[in-house]
């Protein structure tokens, strides 16, 4: 220390200077704090919006399949494929579900020429029907499968839990090898 200087004004000088970096050290913890809680609120979000939309991907098919009570139930045997639908008779299989000369199922890889499927027939009056049986209900919920899947990604990397999101990939893996198996 220099003589000339007092000591009282050396050690006065540092002390603000200290309160002034705690302040900017709390400051910035706490903005980071913030910005640590709206990124995980937000990929809390993702996560859920990605698996609403699975739910509602699948429930316009679903619905018709599961509950099937007041429903005409019966069987389709595919006689004609288009580009995206295929036609053929109706045989009703429940009590006041009338005969059909054609109705329509959607075309995937499911639905083959030649075989015949049991159906439900859309509510409305139409001729479109849907897969029923257990084969069905799993179909349905393929959407679903695959927003586990996506969902898991977003859960395990965005989120930072792993196990949740082998939980949620593990389902969504266990559907979709069900519907493959069952289709």
């Known amino acids: 220390m220099i003589p000339a200087m007092p ?3 050396a050690t006065s000088h540092r002390r603000p200077a200290r309160r002034r970096s705690a302040r900017r050290g709390s400051s910035r913890r706490a903005s980071v704090g913030v910005v640590r809680f709206g990124r995980l ?7 859920s919006l990605i698996l609403v939309a699975g739910v509602w991907g699948s429930w ?3 619905q018709h399949v599961m509950l099937t009570k007041g429903r005409e139930q019966g069987t389709i045997a595919v006689a004609r494929c288009g580009a995206d639908s295929c036609s053929g008779p109706y045989t009703p299989l429940s009590p006041g579900s009338l005969a059909r000369a054609r109705v329509v199922i959607e075309k995937t890889v499911a639905v083959r020429r ?3 499927y049991t ?5 409305g009056g ?4 849907v897969r ?3 084969a069905g209900v799993l179909y349905a919920w393929v959407p679903m499968g695959g927003a586990l899947l996506l969902a898991s990604v ?13 939980v949620l990939a593990g389902s969504g893996v266990a559907l979709l090898t069900a519907v493959f198996v069952a289709v």
């Open 154 to 166: 977003v859960v395990a990397g965005g989120l930072g839990r792993a196990r949740l999101g082998w």
């Open 60 to 62: 316009g098919t679903a």
């Open 126 to 129: 139409g001729d479109d029907v």
């Open 7 to 9: 000591a009282i004004v």
């Open 41 to 47: 609120a937000a990929m809390w979000v993702v996560a």
């Open 114 to 116: 030649g075989q015949t």
């Open 119 to 123: 159906v439900v027939i859309k509510p």
């Open 132 to 134: 029923s049986g257990p």
